[in-house]
């Protein structure tokens, strides 16, 4: 079946510094991929999505390109905040199989210090 | 901005009560979801429904029920509350076949 997989955290990083989180996928259809943010205490938030191969989504300085050949959405900002401190989610949702929920990889928590 | 809403947003409960957890979206969302949510964070699917009068079980067994009789409204219904329901319960909702899912804020249930 349809899966989602996600580096594990948490990851620690400093104010400026670089993010990657990665993200792979794999899926029967023709996914739609998304990541979603959730902020302590509150429920998940969409970040950013690509519905087709070599899309880009971004938002807030994010971004992530959808790639068919390496089956992965990696998710990237080139000077976090420590704003910016939260779990992070990894989807996808596969139009081939019509009504198929979302399917999210377990989440990598990003702590930012200043 | 989204408009899905839970009620209650917390929510302690005694062992073998009744609760009901609500769910309701003003955007006519065909879809609507429930995700259990650990402490470690991982999001597990627990019902869905593509529309009126359907429901279906998620990956992970719950001992709750929920029903569709309403677009906008997909309660979770558990019958009898032990200490092993205490999670974060996430109601979400979307359109059509590969859409972005609307989260609402979540319901924090404590059973004691």
Redesign the interface.
């Given at each position: 079946g349809d899966s989602v997989t996600q580096m594990e955290g948490p990851v620690t990083l400093s104010e400026e510094a670089f993010l990657t989180i990665n993200c792979t996928y794999t899926a029967t259809g023709?996914?739609?991929l998304?990541w979603?943010v959730?902020y302590p205490g509150?429920?998940?938030?969409?970040l950013l999505?690509a519905?087709k191969a070599d899309d880009k989504g971004s938002n807030k300085g994010f971004e992530a390109t959808y790639r068919k050949e390496t089956t992965s959405f990696h998710l990237e900002k080139g000077s976090v905040q420590v704003s910016d401190s939260a779990?992070y989610?990894c989807?996808l949702?596969?139009?081939g199989?019509?009504?198929?929920?979302?399917?999210?990889g377990?989440?990598t928590?990003l702590s930012v210090s200043s | 901005e989204a408009d899905i809403y839970?009620i209650p947003r917390y929510l302690v409960i005694g062992t073998g009560k009744k609760i009901t957890l609500e769910c309701s979206q003003t955007m006519g969302h065909d879809?609507m979801?429930w995700?259990q949510q650990d402490p470690?964070?991982?999001?597990h699917?627990i019902h869905?429904s593509?529309g009126v009068n359907s429901t279906e079980k998620?990956d992970l067994s719950s001992e709750s029920t929920v029903s569709r009789i309403r677009t906008e409204h997909f309660p979770l219904t558990l019958e009898s509350a032990r200490p092993s329901h205490t999670s974060q319960y996430?109601c979400?909702s979307?359109a059509g076949?590969?859409?972005?899912?609307?989260?609402?804020?979540?319901t924090r249930l404590t059973v004691v």
């Open positions: 023709y996914p739609s998304f979603y959730q509150e429920g998940l938030q969409l999505k519905t779990v989610f989807a949702s596969d139009r199989q019509a009504g198929t929920a979302l399917i999210f377990k989440g928590t | 839970q879809k979801y995700y470690g964070m991982e999001l699917l869905y593509y998620g996430l979400a979307s076949t590969g859409g972005s899912a609307f989260f609402g804020q979540g």
